[in-house]
C-alpha cells in the first residue's frame, strides 16, 4: 500500500479508536495507526500466508502489545464487543456487503472506514440500507487509478441518487468528477448506435455529472 493511501485512509482514524482490520494483508493500517499510539487493533485476514507476513511486520516493528491477529473470513467467529471501528480497504463491493451482512457483529460499531475498488453506488446504498449514513469521503489519485474512501456512522440517512451514484460532493474532490465525467463522454462516443438504450444510460450519468459541477459552479 503506497503512503498517500495509507494517510488517507488513516486520516479518518484516532488513537482512541479500537479497532478491526478487515484483510489486513501485510497490516499496514494497524502498524500505522499502533506507532501513533492506537493501543487496540486486530487484524485479520482470510489468508494465512498473508497474515504470517502481518505477524512478522509487527513483529519487526515490536507492536504485539497493540496488534492482535486472527486468520478470519470477514467477522464470522470475530468477537466485535471489544471494537467501535471497522476498516475494509481493498476488496470488492459484493466481498464488503457480504461481510458486513452480518449486522449483528456491528452493535458496538460507531464508525466504519471502507475503500472498495468497485461498485460504490452498491455499497453506499447497503449502507445506507443497514443505517450507517456518510459522512465524508475522501478521493486520492495514483497515477491514472482514484480511490474513494468512505466514512459511515449509525446514523438514518435519505441520500439524493445523485449521491448514491456519486458520493458527497466536495470541492476537495472536483477532478475526480471531472474525470468521471471525461470517461462517461468518450464511452459515449464509442457506443454504436443500434444500442440506444446503454446510449441514454450514459448520457444520463454525464448529465448527473454535469448538474453536480455546477452546483459548484466549476
Request: aromatic share 8%; charged share 30%; hydrophobic share 35%.
Amino acid at each position: 500500500m503506497k503512503q498517500k493511501r495509507l494517510e488517507n485512509i488513516t486520516s479518518f482514524l484516532t488513537i482512541q479508536d479500537a479497532f478491526i482490520d478487515i484483510g489486513t494483508d501485510h497490516a499496514y493500517i494497524p502498524i500505522h495507526m499502533a506507532k501513533k499510539g492506537c493501543q487496540n487493533i486486530l487484524a485479520t485476514d482470510i489468508h494465512p500466508k498473508a497474515l504470517e507476513i502481518a505477524k512478522k511486520n509487527i513483529a519487526k516493528e515490536h507492536l504485539e502489545n497493540q496488534i492482535k491477529t486472527v486468520v478470519a473470513d470477514g467477522l464470522k467467529k470475530i468477537d466485535t464487543q471489544n471494537y467501535d471501528t471497522l476498516v475494509i480497504a481493498g476488496m470488492g463491493a459484493s466481498t464488503i456487503i457480504k461481510i458486513l451482512s452480518l449486522t449483528q457483529k456491528l452493535t458496538t460499531i460507531k464508525k466504519i472506514i471502507i475503500e472498495s475498488n468497485n461498485d460504490l453506488e452498491d455499497v453506499r446504498r447497503f449502507m445506507n440500507k443497514i443505517h450507517y449514513g456518510l459522512v465524508s469521503e475522501k478521493v486520492l489519485k495514483e497515477k491514472k487509478h482514484y480511490y474513494v474512501i468512505m466514512k459511515f456512522v449509525p446514523m438514518k440517512q435519505k441520500l439524493k441518487d445523485i449521491e448514491y451514484e456519486f458520493g458527497l460532493f466536495q470541492e476537495e474532490n472536483k477532478d475526480y468528477y471531472l474525470s468521471l465525467q471525461k470517461h462517461y463522454k468518450n464511452l459515449y462516443q464509442k457506443i454504436p448506435e443500434n444500442r440506444p438504450l446503454l446510449k441514454e444510460k450514459i448520457n444520463e450519468k454525464i448529465q448527473k455529472l454535469e448538474c453536480l459541477l455546477e452546483k459548484d459552479r466549476i
